[in-house]
Structures are given as structure tokens and as C-alpha cells.
């Protein structure tokens, strides 16, 4: 199976942009950590992104990122961490194997997309890195283009239900 495949074909143009921009895009910028390739990703006037601190009790989640430069920060933070460790498989692959991005709704210019993180990447010292959350993406079409213009992200995964992505 290929994983860095996009699921949606260009027949239905908004979900492949979507998954293009949320997943492939956003990996490929990640592993690079140039923040650069997804900058123009985000609606700027307006951004919120949430953190559910892993937690199913929205009484919990905090406003972790009040604009995307907060979210920039924390972003960069977290790829020079891993572009700083030495894994046993290549991260790129890893990363796309652990991602699934399957239900995207989409209403005239607004859409909701839920991202998901279920899987191990191998580090080099014999140990693994979990990846097991996952995000929820609010998007605008602004000018012809799909952005994020917020999200609650480090949600379970699963949230209250049987385990699996």
C-alpha cells in the first residue's frame, strides 16, 4: 500500500487539495523542517488552534496557538527535535504509514478534516516514537485556495470508541 498516495482523485478537487495540504505537504515540510512550504497553508485574520492536551473533555482543551505564529513556534520546535533523531527507518515513510486522512466534509468554502496518527517509528537506540492522536482541521477556500484556519489538535485516538484510526 502506498501510503503517501493521495485517496482522493483530482476529480473531486477539494479533497485532494485538502489531503495534498494537510498530509503530503505538511510531511514533506515537517521532515524537512522548513516551514516555508506550508506558511501560505493558513487563513491568518481570525486563526485559533486549540490543544486537547489528549483529552475526550472539552473542559480541558486550551488555547494553545491564539495565531499562527504561535503555532509556527511549536511546529519548528517539535521538527528540529526530530529532525535531530537518529531513527532505524526512514522518517518520511514512517510518517505516511501513521497517517490517515480519510473523512473530509465540505460545505461551499468551509470544510472540517480529520486527521489521525496510529503507528511507531522506529528510532536507532532501539526504542520507539508513538504517534497516537489526531486533529481536527477547520479549512476556508480563500481565493481559489484551501487553508487552515484553525483546528483542535492532540485529541485521542480513539476518542471514546474502539482503538484504530
Request: hydrophobic letters at 45%; glycine letters at 10%.
Amino acid at each position: 500500500m502506498d501510503h503517501a498516495r493521495n485517496p482522493f482523485p483530482p476529480g473531486d478537487p477539494d479533497r485532494h487539495a485538502i489531503w495534498n495540504m494537510l498530509v503530503a505537504r505538511d510531511i514533506d515540510a515537517f521532515v524537512a523542517a522548513d516551514w516555508s512550504m506550508v506558511a501560505g497553508d493558513f487563513v491568518r485574520d481570525g486563526f485559533l488552534g486549540l490543544h486537547a492536551m489528549r483529552s475526550d473533555r472539552p473542559d480541558g482543551w486550551r488555547i494553545a496557538f491564539p495565531t499562527v505564529e504561535a503555532y509556527r513556534e511549536e511546529w519548528l520546535r517539535q521538527a528540529r527535535e526530530t529532525a535531530a533523531t537518529a531513527f532505524a527507518e526512514p522518517l518520511r515513510e514512517a510518517i505516511f504509514r501513521a497517517t490517515t486522512l480519510r473523512d473530509i466534509d465540505v460545505a461551499g468554502a468551509a470544510a472540517v478534516a480529520r486527521k489521525k496518527f496510529d503507528g511507531t517509528i522506529r528510532r536507532a537506540d532501539g526504542g520507539t516514537d508513538m504517534l497516537l492522536w489526531q486533529t481536527l482541521y477547520f479549512c476556508r477556500r480563500e481565493r481559489g485556495r484551501w487553508r487552515i484556519s484553525g483546528f483542535v489538535g492532540y485529541l485521542p485516538n480513539p476518542m471514546g470508541g474502539a482503538r484504530g484510526a
